[in-house]
T-cell receptor
Framework: DQQVKQNSPSLSVQEGRISILNCDYT??????FLWYKKYPAEGPTFLIS?????DKNEDGRFTVFLNKSAKHLSLHIVPSQPGDSAVYFC?????????FGAGTTVTVRA | NAGVTQTPKFQVLKTGQSMTLQCAQD?????MYWYRQDPGMGLRLIYY???????DKGEVPNGYNVSRLNKREFSLRLESAAPSQTSVYFC???????????FGDGTRLSIL
């Protein structure tokens, strides 16, 4: 049973516009949430995280929002750049262990 | 600035052969992890080691064994490889609980 779900397998966005990636989870024991970015033939790279005691965390062009009551988090990328084209994984942590979503492939069009 | 190093990068095995995947980290992290990634799926935890001297099962441990050799190294062993174990394997490490995990570049394993 998948505890972390990314329901959009792909997202296409024009360069300079906002990318919004969504993630839903079912386990209320998750207390730390992360987004990873992955290029082909490389390992996932940590992007941004948020603790369950917060509802927003911002780092440059990347902002993560957490809605605990809805068990939903989102990643906003503003403005989107060609180098942002990659697979983005949402992950949630409980007791050292990470559960991952299936990923969203983002394509930034020139 | 190596971070997490996995060897080998690619391997082809025949069904029934055994294989050990190696992982080493140079960040002095306490916790280490092994994941597998299959097409259309996220990474799934196979085994993890919260600290040196301890190992625990993750979501998909069947068919695998692990050894935390020391603080730096965490190996994953397939005793009798099966085609269902064809996958990309990632090793990761982290410092403390609720800290990001840092990943290696993966081992692409094919079992015929």
């Amino acid at each position: 049973d998948q505890q972390v779900k990314q329901n959009s397998p792909s997202l296409s966005v024009q360069e300079g516009r906002i990318s919004i990636l969504n993630c839903d989870y079912t386990n209320s024991m998750f207390d730390y949430f992360l987004w990873y970015k992955k290029y082909p033939a490389e390992g996932p790279t940590f992007l941004i995280s948020i603790s369950s005691i917060k509802d927003k965390n911002e780092d440059g062009r990347f902002t993560v929002f957490l809605n605990k009551s809805a068990k939903h988090l989102s990643l906003h990328i503003v403005p989107s750049q060609p180098g942002d084209s990659a697979v983005y994984f949402c992950a949630a942590m409980s007791d050292y262990k990470l559960s991952f979503g299936a990923g969203t492939t983002v394509t930034v069009r020139a | 600035n190596a971070g997490v190093t996995q060897t080998p990068k690619f391997q082809v095995l025949k069904t029934g052969q055994s294989m050990t995947l190696q992982c080493a980290q140079d960040m002095n992290h306490n916790s280490m992890y092994w994941y597998r990634q299959d097409p259309g799926m996220g990474l799934r935890l196979i085994y993890y080691s919260a600290s040196e001297g301890t190992t625990d099962k993750g979501e998909v441990p069947n068919g695998y064994n692990v050894s935390r050799l020391n603080k730096r190294e965490f190996s994953l062993r397939l005793e009798s490889a099966a085609p269902s174990q064809t996958s990309v394997y990632f090793c990761a490490s982290s410092d403390l609980r609720n800290q990001p995990q840092h990943f290696g570049d993966g081992t692409r394993l094919s079992i015929l």
